[in-house]
């Protein structure tokens, strides 16, 4: 069933905090509370302002998304211990590799490790170069206003100026899905 995005206004950051990356029937406790893995797109008149996310990634490099500006940006919400964060992630990577990176930014934003050390062996063992975010208190998210997604993973899609174009919440339901989604975004500078 599809939600407009505004329905998950002021619930969805909350959600993520109270449910998805909490002890109570969360992913605490290595239980999952996933999204369906539904696209919703954002219609270009509807879309509010660049959203503003910066920090540290789990190297300990500074990255700020408005350096992006100018691609469309990928931006996909894990924890290494989130069983379909482990399974999407070779198929982000090989998205990231199809898609290319001249017209496309993939970032991560890691919301639950408890070391950035962590997060960053997970992202080597599975070939992961492009970096991740290290949020462990799920402030970057905030960013996103109402669209900050209520679980994880959760993958948020920002077109050449900054804002919100399309979302996933829930795992990626495959990697045509994603590419295609990001095609439709570059596109819209073609008409």
Known sequence: MRRPARALAGLAGVLLLASA???????????YVGGEGN??????????????????????????VADLRGKVVVLNVWWSGCGPCRKEMPMLVDAEEELGKEEVAFVGINIRDLAPENAATFEKDRGVDYPSLYDPGSETL???GEYAPP???????LDQQGRVAALINGPVPSRTTLTSVVEDILAENDS
């Open 151 to 157: 679980s994880m993973p959760a993958t948020i899609f």
């Open 21 to 31: 990356c909490s002890d109570v029937g969360g992913t605490g406790d290595l239980e």
């Open 39 to 64: 696209v919703v797109t954002v219609a270009t008149s509807d879309r509010q302002d660049p959203v503003d996310i910066s920090g540290t990634t789990v190297q300990g490099e500074p990255l700020d």
């Open 142 to 144: 905030l960013a996103l």
